[in-house]
Nanobody, 110 residues
Framework: VQLPAFGGGLVQTGGSLRLSCAVS????????VDWYRQAPGKQREFVAM???????DYLDSVQGRFTASRDNAKNTVYLQMNNLKPEDTGVYYC?????WGKGTQVTVSS
């Protein structure tokens, strides 16, 4: 099972990034996927989720700025992140609740 996240990078405050998570080894069409992040010195926290039916939910602080989505044909979930803030800095991961993938670093400069 693999859920590696891609697409991180260094952006300025107000910038955008789109993260991708290419899922393999599980029945993707029947799996919800969550996005988490971990900032330096802090615990990993929930950021967003996309269910099997495409329903989404978000951490309050990213609501309205982040959009999670999925493409079942590509076994991929996405996290579009707009109006990024320095507090969004961290390593972003995706998970199906059982397995965690390799994270991708997002750094937002002030």
């Amino acid at each position: 099972v693999q859920l590696p996240a891609f697409g991180g990078g260094l952006v300025q405050t107000g910038g955008s990034l789109r993260l991708s998570c290419a899922v393999s080894g599980i029945d993707f069409s029947n799996s919800g996927v969550d996005w988490y992040r971990q900032a330096p010195g802090k615990q990993r926290e929930f950021v967003a989720m996309v269910t099997v039916t495409g329903h989404t939910d978000y951490l309050d602080s990213v609501q309205g700025r982040f959009t999670a989505s999925r493409d079942n044909a590509k076994n991929t979930v996405y996290l579009q992140m707009n109006n990024l803030k320095p507090e969004d800095t961290g390593v972003y991961y995706c998970t199906n609740g059982c397995y965690w993938g390799k994270g991708t670093q997002v750094t937002v400069s002030s």
